[in-house]
T-cell receptor, first 111, second 110 residues
Framework: DAGITQSPRHKVTETGTPVTLRCHQTENHRYMYWYRQDPGHGLRLIHYSYGVKDTDKGEVSDGYSVSRSKTEDFLLTLESATSSQTSVYFC??????????FGPGTRLTVL | GQQLNQSPQSMFIQEGEDVSMNCTSSSIFNTWLWYKQDPGEGPVLLIALYKAGELTSNGRLTAQFGITRKDSFLNISASIPSDVGIYFCAGRNRDDKIIFGKGTRLHILP
């Protein structure tokens, strides 16, 4: 497995609270991605990064922000969590744009 | 936006049978990827295909990059219980974006 960790692995929070998920890699890969996975929708891209401080939106970016101040860390923030953001969140990394390696996931429940 | 149509959505097979699943699109892709996801874990890359017509194997798994660049196939031979899981195809398009299919859930009957 690629050296990718996600923290926390599980979180329960209340509607309206901010939440930050962390993705950490030890592979020195340039590209990092955040996805959410929901039944019936597969994997949907939230945001991605193509370098330190270089980020862009994916298809479901509303309500999420990201930051990448170091190569190894990519943070996903839910500014004000809503129940519709209950999901499993996956981080992925890639040396180039042609393959991605996934982390173990974070299960987030918003009550 | 671009979509990948992955089929079948689910399969029920007997242990020892061969499995075939595919991914199609109306658009051209430059790379095809196949992943497997076990419950509670992240998808794991099985096979990557980079050239039209390419046929690549990984143990009992074989995948092909379609000649038209609009499809890809994954075959699993002589299935075993640990093959159970969700298989995802993904394609890299001309904009260098990776698009995922919705997955094929494989069940193996005892």
């Amino acid at each position: 497995d690629a050296g990718i960790t996600q923290s926390p692995r599980h979180k329960v929070t209340e509607t309206g609270t901010p939440v930050t998920l962390r993705c950490h890699q030890t592979e020195n890969h340039r590209y990092m991605y955040w996805y959410r996975q929901d039944p019936g929708h597969g994997l949907r891209l939230i945001h991605y990064s193509y370098g330190v401080k270089d980020t862009d939106k994916g298809e479901v970016s509303d309500g999420y922000s990201v930051s990448r101040s170091k190569t190894e860390d990519f943070l996903l923030t839910l500014e004000s969590a809503t129940s519709s953001q209950t999901s499993v969140y996956f981080c992925a990394i890639g040396l180039g744009t042609d393959t991605q390696y996934f982390g173990p996931g974070t299960r987030l429940t918003v009550l | 936006g671009q979509q990948l149509n992955q089929s079948p959505q689910s399969m029920f097979i007997q242990e020892g049978e061969d499995v075939s699943m595919n991914c199609t699109s109306s658009s051209i892709f430059n790379t095809w990827l196949w992943y497997k996801q076990d419950p509670g874990e992240g998808p794991v890359l099985l096979i990557a295909l980079y050239k039209a017509g390419e046929l690549t194997s990984n143990g009992r798994l074989t995948a092909q990059f379609g000649i038209t660049r609009k499809d890809s196939f994954l075959n699993i031979s002589a299935s075993i219980p640990s093959d159970v899981g969700i298989y995802f195809c993904a394609g890299r398009n001309r904009d260098d974006k990776i698009i995922f299919g919705k997955g094929t859930r494989l069940h193996i009957l005892p």
